[in-house]
Every structure is written in C-alpha cells, then in structure tokens.
C-alpha cells in the first residue's frame, strides 16, 4: 500500500516538472538570451528559503461588483469577484494562486495593489495596515509592492523607450538621477538579460520574451519587497516560459523578493511556488505547500485541475485524477452550499445546503472542503 501510494506521489511530481513549461528542466538553449537564469534553477521545493515572517497578511478580504441585468438593467445582482479571502504571504515565498479563469485571481491581485479599492477586510503589508493609510503614504509605501502583468505589451507605453520605461519609476521616486539613473537603468537591463544597447529601442521592436523582461525590470527598479507576478508567463511561446520563470527564481535569490504568483495552470505555479493556494469563485479552496498540495490534492477542485497536467508515462495514465467536468457557475448566481458542487463526483445533500470553511485538515494545509480527500485528520478515504 504505501509503495503504491509512494509510486502515485512520484507520478504527480513528476508529472508537473515533466509539464513544466519547455526547457524548465534544464536543456534548452536559450534562443533570446544567454544570461545566467538558463542554468536552470531547481525546482522549489518547500518554502526553505522563506523565513517565517508575514510580509502580507489579508484579512476577510472582499471585492463586490454590482451588475446591473434584465429589462432596463434594473435587477441589481452582486458579483463576489473576491470573497472573504484570508491570507499570508511569508517573506522570501513564493505563493501560487491557481484557478481557472474568472475565479477572482486578477482581482486580489489588484485590490492588493490598491489598483481597485476592497469592499472589506483588511491588508497588512509589512506589519502596516494599508487601509489606515493616507493616498500620500500609500504612494510611498506601494514602492515595496510591484506588479508583473501578463501582457507585457499592452502594460509597457509603446510610446516610451526602454529606457525611460524603466527609469520612470527611479525619476518618480527620486531614487537616482543623470549618470548614476544611467547606471541603475543599465543593471537593471543587465540583471533581466538584456544588454544596455537595448535600452534607446521602443517595446514593439522586442520579441513577447523579451518585453516581458522589460516589464520585470521595470518591477524590480525601486527593489520592491512584494511583487505580485498576474500570469506573466500564460501569453508567452511555450519555448520562452521557462526563462522568465527562471529569470524570476534567480532574481528572487538576488533580491530577496517575495512573489504571489498568479497562474490558471498548475504547471506554471507548481513549478515555480513554495506554497499553492486553490481559488474557486471568489474563495480559496485549498492552501498548503507546494509538494504536498502535489502529492495529494486535499480539494476535489485541486484534485480537477491536477488531471490537466499531461502524464508521459503510459504505464501511469491510468492513475490520472479525476477530470474536472462542466463549466464555472455564473458568478452572478453561484450555487448554494459549496460552490464546488454541481461540478464535484463526491458531493452530498449536505454539500448542496452549507457552505465548506477553509479548516485546517492537516498541519499546514487548510482545505473548504466537508470531505476532504486522502487526508487523514477528519478526511474521507474517496473511491
Ligand atoms: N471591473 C469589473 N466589473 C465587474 N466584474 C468584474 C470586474 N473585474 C472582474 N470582474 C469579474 O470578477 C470575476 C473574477 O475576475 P478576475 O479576477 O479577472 O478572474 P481571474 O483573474 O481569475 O480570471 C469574473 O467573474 C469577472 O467577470
Ligand atoms: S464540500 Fe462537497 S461538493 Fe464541495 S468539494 Fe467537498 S465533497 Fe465536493
Ligand atoms: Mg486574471
């Protein structure tokens, strides 16, 4: 029994490095570049590097929308695009937020960064609550948080040059200015992989690869604490995934950055994250380290989304979780109870009726769910 359930963890781990994205696992040659992030990093494994302190603490964080439907839109219905989501990132992490389109992933993102305002709940970003903050100290204090979008092209002013791009945000922050903002521009340039001749050409004359680099340097020029990386590799050629994601890891030991790093696919996040958080409309499912999380997915969702990771091995495709099936609710009329259920093959009456908490099924790892899967505290051995 245990060999077998051994030989099932190894198949899911390996299952995702083997569908990392192309060249993540050492290999390929860099066709963009040849800066140090193509001598491939490991895959992170834990969160060793992290120390256990909370760089960011959300608290019943909310985020509504009121749309308007029917004749003369005078149905007001609300969309919980975010919904009483808790929480904490440890400094040096790196935290994966996972789901599929429309969960809500972008959403926190952006009320995070104060891009969109919260309906409630709390942030506390390096040990200050950054709703008691006034607009000039906000300013200040978002210096340390920095965001990573997924379409560098429309993110980056194509009316700019690289290096104003990148030397904006030093000239707002009067970090630097004449040749010493020259030399910042061009380590920077250098620390993404990009030489300094680079830097007096416009973002449309780079490949997608390489205008996202200019996005990260953008994101690391005032050496941020947090940044929050919103699908930064999902619009990139497969062959050009693995160096960002390794650019990101090496830049992370570098700087000693902190990521929440947002991704629809578990390839992706569970090649890159220390800590994996599910989101499923609005709410987190599941939260717990990466390896665990992997090796046995404590949410019936987790477990959905995991049988989208190609199995090589033949021998092995027989052990594939199961399927995700049907489409997410309309958000405007979600299902009662858990959310989860018209879509879940373990559901119950009492699935239909009351709503899962995010509980702690076993030490590290918190689950919404009333049977959740494998595990032992307070788990249902499923099929
Ligand atoms: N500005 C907005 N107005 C109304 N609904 C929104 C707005 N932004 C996002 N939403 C809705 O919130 C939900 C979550 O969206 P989003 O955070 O973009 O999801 P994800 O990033 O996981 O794909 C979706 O149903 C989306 O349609
Ligand atoms: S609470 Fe019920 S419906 Fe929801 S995920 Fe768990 S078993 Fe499935
Ligand atoms: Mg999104």
Not at 30 to 57: C, F, H, M, W, Y
Not at 250 to 265: D, S
Not at 289 to 318: C, F, N, V, W
């Amino acid at each position: 029994m245990k060999s077998a359930l051994k030989t099932g963890e190894d198949r899911r781990l390996a299952a995702v490095d083997s569908a990392a994205p192309a060249g993540a696992q050492g290999g390929l040659a860099d066709v963009e570049n040849n800066t140090s992030e193509t001598q491939t990093p490991k895959p992170r494994t834990g969160s060793r590097s992290a120390s256990r302190r909370p760089i960011l603490q959300i608290n019943g964080l909310s985020k509504h929308y009121v749309i308007s439907e029917g004749l003369f839109r005078r149905k007001k219905h609300i969309l919980k695009a975010v919904n009483e989501v808790d929480l904490t990132v440890y400094e040096g992490e790196t935290l994966g937020i996972v789901g599929e389109s429309g969960c809500g992933k972008s959403t926190l993102g952006n009320v995070i960064m104060h891009l969109t305002s919260p309906s409630g709940g709390t942030i506390e970003f390096d040990g200050v609550n950054l709703n008691s903050l006034t607009k000039g100290q906000l300013r200040s204090k978002r210096k340390d948080i920095q965001m990573i979008f997924q379409d560098p092209f429309s993110s980056l002013n194509p009316r700019m040059k690289i290096f104003d791009i990148i030397a904006e945000p030093l000239r707002t922050h009067k970090v630097a200015e004449g040749e010493a903002l020259k030399e910042e521009v061009y380590k920077i340039l250098e620390a993404v992989g990009l030489s300094s001749e680079y830097a007096y050409r416009y973002p449309h004359q780079f490949s997608g690869g390489q205008r996202q680099r200019v996005g990260i340097g953008r994101a690391i020029a005032l050496k941020p604490k947090l940044i929050i990386c919103d699908e930064p590799v999902s619009a990139l050629d497969v062959s050009i995934q693995s160096q960002i994601l390794n650019l990101l890891s090496v830049l992370q030991k570098r700087y000693g950055l902190t990521y929440l790093f947002i991704a629809h696919g578990l390839p992706a996040v569970g090649y890159i994250s220390d800590r994996i958080a599910v989101m499923y409309l609005g709410r987190i499912v599941e939260i717990a380290d990466k390896q665990a999380l992997l090796e046995q997915p404590g949410h019936p969702y987790t477990e959905g989304l995991m049988s989208s990771i190609p199995i090589s091995d033949p021998e092995q495709r027989g052990n594939k979780p199961k399927a995700l099936e049907g489409e997410i609710p309309n958000p405007l009329h979600p299902p009662a109870g858990c959310a989860f259920h018209p879509r879940c093959a373990y559901a119950t009456d009492r699935c239909k009726s009351e709503v899962p908490e995010l509980r702690e099924a076993s030490p590290g790892r918190f689950v919404a769910c009333h049977y959740p899967l494998h595990l032992a505290k307070g788990g249902v051995q499923h099929g």
